[in-house]
C-alpha cells in the first residue's frame, strides 16, 4: 500500500515517447509542476496531452509545448499562449477544441467506464461535425466518446502513502475527475502526511485510484493575467 516514490524523475521512469497524459490543472493553478519539468529532463516526445489549457509560454504544458514535445492538444481553452498558436497555425501541433464541460464529461465517462453519451453542448456548430446527432424529447444531442490516457499527471495539496488526496481551492476544478481515467495515476503533493492525519470525509481521491505519489518542491504561485484597478 505504500505508493510513495523518491521524486518526479523516479515517477515517470516507465514514460515513454508518444504517451497520452491527462495533466491536470486549471489555468496556473494547480499545475504539476514537477512532473513537468522531469518530462523535460527525460526528453519524452510526440506526447498527446489532454488539458483543460495549455497554461504560458513559461509554466505548464506550456513548458512542454514550447520544448516541442507535445505532437496532439486535446484542450478547451488554448488560452494566451501565442507559441502553441503559432505552432498549431504551422501545422507542428494537432488539436483538438473540446466545450469545457464536454471534455471533463469524457474524462469523467473514461474514469466510470461508459463508452460514450450524449449532450446538447455544440449542436449546430463546428463541434458537431462528423459526429452522430440524435433526437431525445424533441431535442438533438450530439454522442461523444469518453477520453482516457495512458498516464495522469495530478496536483493536490495533502496526500498520504496510501495516495488518498486533498486539493485546495481551485486545484480541485479538474484534477479529481483527470485522477480517475488514467491508466497509471502520478500524484504530487505540496505535503505528505502520515496515513490516518487526513479526514476520511475530506479526502477528495481516494487512493485506490492513484499508482505513485512524492511530495514535490518549489512551487511557483504563478498569476497567468494581472489585473489591478488604479488607484484613487
Known amino acids: 500500500m505504500d505508493k510513495r516514490v523518491a521524486d518526479a524523475d523516479a515517477a515517470i521512469a516507465h514514460l515513454g515517447d508518444g504517451a497520452t497524459i491527462l495533466i491536470g490543472g486549471f489555468g496556473t493553478c494547480g499545475n504539476p509542476e514537477n512532473l513537468i519539468q522531469a518530462v523535460l529532463r527525460k526528453g519524452t516526445k510526440a506526447l498527446t496531452c489532454v488539458s483543460n ?135 504530487e503533493v505540496e505535503e505528505l502526511v502520515e496515513v490516518g492525519q487526513l479526514d476520511p470525509d475530506g479526502i477528495h481521491t481516494p487512493g485506490i485510484f492513484v499508482n505513485a505519489i512524492f511530495q514535490g518542491s518549489n512551487y511557483v504561485k504563478k498569476i497567468e493575467k494581472l489585473v489591478v484597478r488604479q488607484r484613487a
Open 53 to 187: 489549457n495549455v497554461g504560458t509560454p513559461d509554466f505548464g504544458l506550456g513548458l512542454l509545448v514550447s520544448a516541442r514535445r507535445v505532437r496532439k492538444l486535446i484542450c478547451s481553452f488554448p488560452g494566451q499562449n501565442r507559441a502553441c498558436q503559432q505552432q498549431v497555425l504551422d501545422g507542428e501541433i494537432a488539436i483538438e477544441l473540446n466545450p469545457q464541460g464536454t471534455l471533463v464529461e469524457r474524462l469523467r465517462a473514461g474514469g466510470a467506464g461508459i463508452p460514450a453519451f450524449y449532450t446538447p453542448t455544440g449542436v449546430g456548430t463546428v463541434v458537431a461535425d462528423a459526429k452522430e446527432v440524435r433526437e431525445f424529447h424533441g431535442k438533438p444531442y450530439l454522442l461523444e466518446h469518453a477520453l482516457r490516457g495512458d498516464f495522469a499527471f495530478i496536483k493536490a495539496w495533502k496526500g498520504d502513502r496510501w495516495g488518498n488526496l486533498v486539493y485546495r481551492k481551485t486545484a480541485r476544478n479538474f484534477n479529481p475527475v483527470w485522477a480517475t481515467a488514467a491508466d497509471y495515476v502520478i500524484a
